[in-house]
């Protein structure tokens, strides 16, 4: 689910513009399913509830991303950092360039607190978390600057975004971030095989532990010297052609984001 909807995202976005309002209303229609899956799943202690809330918040995490990459959500400046201060873009302008997406990703943060408040399954508020919190990480390293960026994975009409990132060997930031997501990542291991887990407590830890691992391994993305990209040729091949030539910056998404990809 990481790996396919992180490529849906950007073959989605490659498109002709002529499919964006439809791409746009899928997307809406899965937020929607996504809202109510994570109020009908929070109160679902079943294996059922934990992977209906896992799936539902990628939905809803799923429609954010697309919203950004096509350009719909992202921030009052639109145009290319004027000038930078030692490699680095002055701090408010790079907020500029998406401060209305960090709103809305906000502001969903509390309906999905909202629509899961009370539950004791809390794996989709826990799915939206992950991304939200390993996806600004991923934000704040490629504003310090690390050796790989996210620059093959934008699309035209976000190309201006690249002048914002900064390339450098290392930052003070990626060692916390690791070591933070490292740690999460063990904590939910523990809890996945801890004595006395139910069997959905112990799929519903599997499951965040695996998306914080993916997580983690987006961020190792940024400074390992590892072509990211061929995992998904499939889907950055159309606007701007596939891509073959070693690249100088993988994708942190699912999103998914893409972290990600998430992803995600």
Known sequence: MWWFSTGMVLCAVRRPPSTRMLNLAIATALLA????GLYISADDTSMTGVYVGFASALAVWGWHELTFLLG????????????KRHERAPLMDAISTVVYHEAAIAVTGVAVFLLTSGGENATGLMTYMILWVLRVSAKINVYMGVPNLTEEFLPKNLQYLKTYFCHRP??????????GATIATAMLIASAVAPGATEAQAASASILATLMALALLEHWFLVLPFDAAQLWQWGLAGEQGPVSAPIA?????????????GAA
């Open 33 to 36: 399913a996504g809202a109510a």
């Open 72 to 83: 719909l959500v992202t921030g009052p400046t639109k145009t290319p950092c004027p000038v």
């Open 170 to 179: 290392m930052n003070m930031f990626f060692p916390i971030s690791i070591t």
């Open 249 to 261: 910056s993988p994708i942190v998404a699912p999103n998914v984001t893409h972290i990600t990809r």
